[in-house]
């Protein structure tokens, strides 16, 4: 998946882009951790039973050195395959668990709705 300005999650009805406001600390405050290129990956389960299980699905992000575009998905245990947690009820404490760090990014200015 290639960088973009604006994302929307497959099966998602919400557009995110980059905060004008993005600032490094912030990022680093809420797990965000520098890769060798520089960007910045965020690397989270959101299956609220067993957060530690290698089979729980994640969100990851990666927001690029200069914080202008970024990259988002859903993924499964094994991370090489998007999951969409939207179109049915099955993944509900997974979408519970992915809009509750959503939102807490918008509060800290990473993202924003369009």
């Known amino acids: ?3 973009s300005k604006s ?3 497959k099966g998602g009805d919400t557009k995110y882009e980059l905060s004008p406001e993005i600032k490094k600390y912030t990022l680093l ?4 951790s520098n890769t060798k290129s520089g960007n910045f990956a965020y690397k989270k389960s ?7 299980s290698k089979n ?9 050195s200069d914080m202008a575009e970024f990259k ?3 993924v499964d245990g094994n991370e090489m395959n998007d999951v969409d947690i939207f179109s049915n009820d099955k993944h509900l404490e997974e979408r519970d ?5 959503m939102q807490n990014m918008i509060l800290r200015k990473v ?3 369009v």
Request: no cysteine.
């Open 72 to 74: 988002m998905a859903i």
């Open 29 to 32: 405050d809420l797990g965000f």
């Open 46 to 52: 959101i299956d609220p039973e067993s957060p530690f």
């Open 56 to 64: 729980a699905m994640k969100l990851k992000i990666t927001i690029n």
């Open 1 to 3: 998946m290639a960088f």
């Open 7 to 9: 994302l929307q999650l």
């Open 111 to 113: 993202f924003r709705r």
């Open 97 to 101: 668990q992915f809009n509750f760090i």
